[in-house]
C-alpha cells in the first residue's frame, strides 16, 4: 500500500519543478526576443534612446518647435508691441531680453520670430532634399551619360559661391524700390537656398544608389522582372534615404543660419515678417549701446542649429554601425 506522507510529501517536489520550467521556458523566449534582428530604423531608434546627445538636442528643437506653433503659450504680447518709454531698456523681469531701440519686446519678437526662421529653414531643406534625392537616383541607377550630364549639371551650381549666388538671385526678384510682400520673400529665399545647395544631397544619393544598385536583392529583382519604377521605389529608396536623412538634419540647422545671414544682409526676409535674422539686422547698429538688442536673437540663432547639427551626429552614429 502506498504511503500517504510519500504522496503528499511530492505534491511541493512537482510544484518546485513546474514553477522552475515554467521561469526556463520565460528566461528563453525573452532571450529569443532579446536575439531577434531589429530593422535598421528600428536598431536605429534603439540607439538613439541611449545617447544624451540626442534627448538634449531634442528638447531644444522640441522648445522652438512649440515656440513657432503656439507663441502664445511663451508670451502674451504681439510681436508688434511696442512703447517707447522703455526704448533700449536691458532685460528685467517684466521683458526677459529687454527692449529694443524702437520699444518692442525683444522676448516677444524672438518667439513670433522663430516661425518664420523654422519655415524657412524646414521648405528649404525639404525642396533641397528632394530635388537633391530625385537627381541623384536618377544618375546613380541609370549611369553613363545621364550620370554625366546630371553631375555636370551640379557641379554648375555647386561652383557658385552660396552668398553671391543668393545675393543675385534675390536682388534680381528684387530689384532696388520695389516692395515684395513678405510671403513673396520668404519664398524666394527658400528657393534660393535650395537652388544653390541641392547638389550635395544629389550626390549623396547618388553614391548610395550606386552602392546599392550592386547587391544581391536589386539584381534579383531585376533577374525575377520587377518594372524600374517598382525597383527604385520599393527596393533601393528605403535603402539609400539614410544618409540623405543625416544631411537633411544638418542641413536645416545650417539654412536657419543662411536665413538669418541673408536677413543680416538686408536681402533675405524683412519687416514686417519678424525672424531672428531680421531682429539680429535691426540690432547690429545698436551693440555697443544695446548689446542685448543683437545677443539674444543671435545666441537664439546659434542654439537652435547646435541642437540642430548635434541632432544629425546622433542620426548619423546611430544609422552607421561602423561609427559605434
Do not use: C
Request: proline fraction near 6%; charge should be positive; aromatic fraction near 10%.
Amino acid at each position: 500500500m502506498t504511503d500517504p506522507g510519500s504522496v503528499g510529501g511530492g505534491g511541493p517536489a512537482l510544484e518546485s519543478f513546474a514553477s522552475a520550467e515554467v521561469a526556463d521556458l520565460a528566461t528563453t523566449q525573452s532571450d529569443e526576443r532579446q536575439r531577434k534582428p531589429r530593422s535598421l530604423w528600428g536598431d536605429a531608434w534603439h540607439q538613439l534612446r541611449r545617447k544624451p546627445m540626442f534627448a538634449i538636442s531634442a528638447v531644444i528643437i522640441l522648445v522652438v518647435v512649440l515656440m513657432a506653433a503656439f507663441p502664445s503659450l511663451f508670451t502674451a504680447r504681439p510681436a508688434d508691441y511696442n512703447n517707447l518709454d522703455f526704448a533700449s531698456q536691458p532685460p528685467s523681469a517684466s521683458a526677459w531680453f529687454g527692449y529694443s531701440f524702437q520699444g518692442y519686446d525683444i522676448w516677444a519678437r524672438a518667439v513670433h520670430g522663430a516661425r518664420a526662421t523654422l519655415l524657412v529653414g524646414f521648405f528649404a531643406t525639404l525642396l533641397t532634399v528632394l530635388i537633391g534625392s530625385v537627381m541623384g537616383i536618377i544618375a546613380g541607377f541609370y549611369g553613363r551619360l545621364t550620370d554625366a550630364f546630371i553631375s555636370r549639371f551640379g557641379d554648375v551650381f555647386a561652383g557658385l559661391p552660396f552668398v553671391l549666388g543668393a545675393i543675385v538671385i534675390l536682388t534680381t526678384f528684387n530689384p532696388p524700390g520695389s516692395e515684395p510682400s513678405g510671403t513673396a520673400v520668404l519664398i524666394q529665399v527658400i528657393l534660393s537656398i535650395s537652388v544653390l545647395s541641392w547638389p550635395v544631397s544629389m550626390r549623396i544619393m547618388r553614391s548610395a544608389t550606386i552602392v546599392a544598385k550592386q547587391l544581391d536583392y536589386v539584381k534579383a529583382a531585376r533577374a525575377l522582372g520587377a518594372s524600374t519604377r517598382r525597383i527604385i521605389f520599393r527596393h533601393m529608396l528605403p535603402n539609400t534615404v539614410a544618409p540623405v536623412l543625416v544631411y537633411a538634419t544638418i542641413a536645416l540647422g545650417a539654412f536657419i543660419a543662411v536665413e538669418a545671414t541673408l536677413a543680416y544682409l538686408g536681402i533675405g526676409v524683412r519687416p514686417p515678417v519678424v525672424s531672428w535674422g531680421v531682429m539680429i539686422n535691426d540690432g547690429k547698429d545698436y551693440v555697443q549701446t544695446s548689446p542685448h538688442e543683437l545677443l539674444f536673437p543671435a545666441g537664439l540663432v546659434t542654439i537652435t542649429v547646435l541642437a540642430f547639427v548635434m541632432l544629425g551626429d546622433a542620426v548619423r552614429d546611430a544609422l552607421d554601425p561602423k561609427s559605434r
